[in-house]
């Protein structure tokens, strides 16, 4: 798995959110708990989530259902709220898998 | 932002196909996870060589969001006693079923209160139990189907709220399902778990 690391997915994703690169995956139905789908946060909090998130904030590792698909995860404590937040890179898209708390 | 139609094309990962495959965007009706309802008309990533959907553009994310909204709306909510949410999942488990099927389970039961099938007025008895007692910390979301309706069916016949309702719903689970005291509603609800 070739592994892009936390400096370089922060930009990456940042770069998708600004320009509507984004998609969210289904398996295989509508996951009511992601908060984004639950309108309970925007896309735009997401990505002060992930702006203002710091190296020990992130953690990396192989997709579980796909190898060689490295998943980006951070989590993280902001604005008193607990984010979890998962997403991967199909060229030149950004997926994001979950915005949990 | 880039904006997808109705056959284009694209890459996405597919769990069927279990790897990186040739996509194409199409309208489909999207369920929700809870079984409370589905997105109309949605455009979707659906993979072009098993037609399992993979995902949606951001583009479709506000009828996605409309859908769970609406859902929501239609939902039976209250804060409960810990413990009366702890009965609804054990009566899952005692179903062999996931905690997912609690709002089918509540739902079951506001049915046949609504409809007479189970005699309403013992709901104001059961509320009497010791069980369902205490401070009202968990939150409990009952959605789909007509439970709502049913739901104000059941608190025009017996002058309680929701939460009430609720309550004394568990203290019927609880000795139905959790107990085993009614075959009846135990095998009826064993085989929609089979079913669903």
């Given at each position: 798995m070739d592994v892009l690391g936390f400096k370089k997915a922060k930009r990456m994703v940042l770069e998708c959110i600004d320009n509507g690169a984004i998609n969210h995956e289904m398996r295989p139905d509508i996951?009511?708990?992601n908060l984004l789908f639950a309108e309970e946060v925007t896309i735009q909090e997401v990505r002060e989530v992930i702006l203002r998130a710091r190296g020990n904030d992130y953690e990396n590792g192989e997709h579980h259902k796909f190898p060689g698909v490295e998943v980006h995860k951070i989590k993280t404590n902001s604005q008193g709220r607990d984010w979890y937040i998962k997403w991967y890179f199909i060229d030149p898209d950004t997926w994001f898998i979950s915005v949990h708390e | 932002m880039k904006i997808y139609k109705e056959g284009d094309t694209g890459k996405a990962l597919c769990e069927t196909c279990e790897g990186l495959v040739d996509t194409i965007y199409q309208v489909r009706d999207l369920p929700l996870s809870d079984g409370s309802g589905e997105a109309k008309d949605v455009l979707a990533i659906v993979?072009?060589?098993?037609?399992?959907?993979c995902g949606i553009p951001h583009q479709s994310l506000p009828l996605v969001q409309k859908a769970v909204s609406e859902s929501k709306r239609q939902a039976v909510e209250s804060r409960v006693p810990v413990q009366v949410d702890d009965i609804l999942n054990v009566a899952c488990q005692k179903l062999a079923?996931?905690?997912?099927?609690r709002s089918s389970l509540v739902r079951y039961y506001a049915k046949k209160l609504a409809t007479g099938a189970f005699p309403v007025e013992q709901l104001k008895t059961l509320l009497?139990?010791?069980?369902?007692?205490?401070?009202?910390?968990r939150r409990v979301s009952v959605k789909g189907g007509t439970v709502r309706s049913d739901f104000e069916v059941i608190k025009a016949a017996t002058h309680l709220s929701s939460t009430d309702c609720l309550k004394a719903i568990t203290v019927k689970i609880k000795d139905d399902i959790v107990d085993g005291h009614n075959e009846q509603a135990l095998n009826e609800l064993q085989t929609i778990v089979a079913i669903s």
């Open positions: 996951d009511v708990k | 993979c072009s060589s098993c037609d399992t959907v079923a996931l905690p997912d099927f009497g139990d010791d069980v369902v007692t205490g401070r009202s910390i």
